[in-house]
C-alpha cells in the first residue's frame, strides 16, 4: 500500500499521510491503548511502502502492540524525519479532558489578538530572553508568523512564565507538523500544566547543567575524568561552563532527524529524556576526544572552556552515530531515576538560587490587552498605558485612570501634591526627567496612609506586592516593568524585602531596599534613583539623580 505525498503549508518538509486516528477516549490506559494500535498500523503500512523501522517482524511476533508500553514503543520506532505521524502522535500524547478548551481559549484569544494588532509588528519576550534557542528550524513565512502569534498568546495567558527556553523550539516543531495552532498551543498548555516537561524559572535552568554535570560524573565517569583531565581541574564548578550550552546541543545544533526523535520520546517521557540526551552527546564527545591534551599546551583556564565548548557543538552538529544508535545512547544509561535527577536538581536550585535572584530581572515587554479604555498621558502613548494597566489587578482594569496631579500645570507645591494625591485609592505615577528619561511605579496603596501613627510606629513603610515599577525601552517603544520579587514563582514571598511605599510631608519614596527605586524630594524638582531589592530592578534612569521635566499621577479605582 503506497501514499502520495503531500506538503506541510509551514514547512519545505514532504511527508507521507496516513490514516486518521479516531478520537481517543479521555481515560489514559484508553489512550495509550489507541497509540499502540496505531503505531502498530503504522508499522504494516510501512512494510508495504517500503518505509523503514527499527522494529522487525520478530519483535512484532513477540509483543502484543496493543500492551505494549507507549515510551518503549516511541523508543524503538525510528520514523522519517519528515512522517506525518508526528502530527497525529505528539497530540494524541498531550490530548486530555482540557483539549477542547485550551483550543477555544487559543481561538479566542486569537481574534482578539487580530483585532487589537491590526498588522503592528511584535515580539515575545523570549526572543529577548539570554540563552535562548531561537530555532525555527527553517519554517515558512507563513509558518514563522504563527509561530511569533503563538508565542505572543502563550506570553499573555501564561504570564507566570518567567524563563523558559524550550517553548521557542516546541512550537517550531510543533508546527511543522501541524497547520493548525490551537493545536499547537493545547499541546504546549498541557506541557506547562503537567509535572516534568518544562521549566519555567531562572533557577531551574541554571541548576539543569550541574544537574546534567552530576549525572554524568554517576553514570558516565570515564567522560567526567576526561573533561577533568582537559581542564586540569576538579573544581566543577568549572567543569560546569562547559556544559552550559547543553540546550543549544539539542535543538541548535543538532541535525533535525535527532530533534525529532528526542521530541517523540519527550512527549511520552518529559524533561527527562531532554538529560539523557545531554548525557548521551557528553558520553559520545568522550568517545570522539578521548585523545587530544596535546591542543591544550599553553591555553589558558577560559580557553579551554572555550575549545570544549566547541567540541561539544561539532559533536552535535556532525554526529557520528544514527538516530537509532543515539536514543539507544540515551536509553542505555542504566538505573536513571527521576528522583535521583529531581533530589540533584532542587538541591543545586537551593544552592544557586541567591545568585540567579539577584540578577536583575525585567518582566514582559509584550503588548496587552485591558478591559476599558488606557488612560491618556502627554508623556506615554496608548501601546504603553495598555501595558502598564495590563499589569495591575484585573480588578482594577474596568475603569479607566484619571488624570489627578499635572506637574506643569498644579505647580511643584508638596501641599498641593498631596491636596490632590493623599487620599487616592491607588495611583500611577509617570515621570519625564530633563534629560528625558520617562520611567515611574504602580502604587498599590492609599498615600494617606502616611497618616497612620500606630502604623507607622512599626514600618515607615506600607503597601502591597500589586505594586511595581519601570523604565521605558527606547528601541521598544515599551515599558519595561519590574513586579515585585516576592511574586516570582521560585522564592518564598515571606523572606522578601517589602519596602514598598514611604512619605513625609516633603518627600516620597517608592520601592526601597538596598537603594530606592524612586526618591521624590525638593518641592517636586528633583529626585534619586537605585538598584531596588524589593522590585529587583536596576537604577531607573541613566543619570541616577535627575531633575523633573514633568510628573503625571493618575487615579486608580475599581468599578464599586
Not at 572555550?306 to 552535535?316: C, L, R, Y
Request: glycine share 4%; hydrophobic share 35%; aromatic share 10%.
Amino acid at each position: 500500500m503506497g501514499f502520495d505525498p503531500v506538503r506541510n503549508p509551514y514547512s519545505d518538509e514532504e511527508y507521507v499521510e496516513i490514516p486518521k486516528i479516531e478520537t481517543l477516549r479521555e481515560r489514559i490506559e484508553a489512550k495509550r491503548q489507541k497509540i499502540a494500535e496505531l503505531l502498530s498500523k503504522f508499522i504494516a503500512l510501512s512494510d508495504d511502502s517500503g518505509l523503514e523501522t527499527d522494529i522487525d517482524d520478530s519483535y512484532q511476533a513477540k509483543y502484543q502492540f496493543n500492551n505494549l508500553s507507549v515510551k518503549k514503543l516511541i523508543r524503538r520506532t525510528d520514523w522519517p524525519v519528515c512522517h506525518e505521524i508526528r502530527a497525529n502522535l505528539w497530540k494524541e500524547l498531550c490530548n486530555t479532558k482540557d483539549w477542547s478548551s485550551s483550543k477555544r481559549l487559543y481561538s479566542d484569544e486569537a481574534i482578539e489578538y487580530d483585532r487589537i494588532n491590526q498588522g503592528k509588528k511584535q515580539s515575545p519576550q523570549i526572543l529577548a530572553d539570554e540563552g535562548g534557542v531561537l530555532n525555527n528550524f527553517d519554517l515558512k513565512e507563513v509558518g514563522s508568523v504563527k509561530l511569533i502569534r503563538l508565542l505572543l498568546i502563550i506570553e499573555r495567558l501564561r504570564p507566570e512564565i518567567v524563563y523558559a527556553p524550550t517553548i521557542y523550539p516546541l512550537c517550531s516543531l510543533l508546527l511543522h507538523f501541524n497547520d493548525d495552532d490551537s493545536d499547537c498551543f493545547a499541546c504546549i498548555n498541557y506541557l506547562l500544566n503537567t509535572k516534568g516537561f518544562i521549566m519555567t524559572a531562572p533557577v531551574q535552568w541554571a541548576a539543569s547543567s550541574h544537574t546534567i554535570l552530576a549525572l554524568v560524573k554517576k553514570h558516565k565517569a570515564a567522560a567526567y575524568v576526561l573533561l577533568k583531565r582537559r581542564l586540569d581541574t576538579t573544581d566543577d564548578s568549572v567543569l560546569v561552563k562547559c556544559i552550559e550550552d547543553w540546550l543549544l546541543w539539542l535543538f541548535q545544533y543538532l541535525p533535525l532527524p535527532y530533534v525529532c526523535r528526542i521530541i517523540d520520546c519527550y512527549f511520552a517521557e518529559g524533561h527527562k529524556f531532554l538529560i539523557r540526551s545531554a548525557i548521551s552527546i557528553v558520553y559520545i564527545w568522550s568517545k570522539v576526544h578521548k585523545r587530544g591534551m596535546e591542543d591544550f599546551k599553553g591555553k589558558s583556564l577560559q580557553e579551554k572552556i572555550d575549545a570544549i565548548k566547541k567540541e561539544f557543538q561539532d559533536v552535535a552538529t556532525n554526529i557520528s552515530v544514527s538516530t537509532s544508535t543515539f536514543i539507544a545512547t540515551a536509553v542505555k544509561i542504566r538505573n536513571l531515576q527521576s528522583v535521583t535527577i529531581a533530589k540533584l536538581q532542587t538541591q543545586f536550585e537551593d544552592e544557586l538560587r541567591e545568585e540567579v535572584t539577584s540578577r536583575p530581572r525585567p518582566i514582559k515587554k509584550v503588548r496587552r490587552t485591558i478591559f476599558c479604555e488606557a488612560f491618556k498621558s502627554c508623556l506615554v502613548d496608548n501601546d504603553t498605558a495598555v501595558e502598564l494597566m495590563s499589569y495591575m489587578p484585573e480588578r482594577l482594569q474596568l475603569v479607566t485612570p484619571t488624570l489627578a496631579y499635572q506637574l506643569s500645570q498644579d505647580g511643584t507645591s508638596f501641599y498641593n501634591f498631596w491636596s490632590k494625591v493623599d487620599k487616592l485609592d491607588q495611583t500611577i505615577i509617570i515621570i519625564k526627567s530633563t534629560s528625558g528619561a520617562i520611567f515611574g511605579a504602580y502604587c498599590s496603596s492609599t498615600w494617606s496612609e502616611r497618616h497612620d501613627r500606630k502604623e507607622r510606629t512599626r514600618s515607615k513603610y506600607w503597601g502591597t506586592g500589586e505594586s511595581y515599577v519601570f523604565r521605558m525601552n527606547k528601541e521598544m517603544e515599551l515599558p519595561e516593568i519590574y513586579t515585585w520579587v516576592g511574586n516570582a514563582p521560585d522564592v518564598s514571598s515571606s523572606e522578601c524585602p517589602q519596602y514598598f511605599m514611604s512619605a513625609t510631608d516633603k518627600s516620597f519614596v517608592i520601592g526601597s531596599g538596598g537603594c530606592d527605586a524612586i526618591r521624590i524630594d525638593e518641592e517636586l524638582t528633583h529626585g534619586m534613583t537605585g538598584p531596588s531589592t524589593t522590585f529587583n530592578s536596576p537604577q531607573l534612569c541613566e543619570e541616577g539623580a535627575f531633575d523633573i521635566y514633568e510628573l503625571e499621577v493618575f487615579h486608580v479605582t475599581s468599578s464599586d
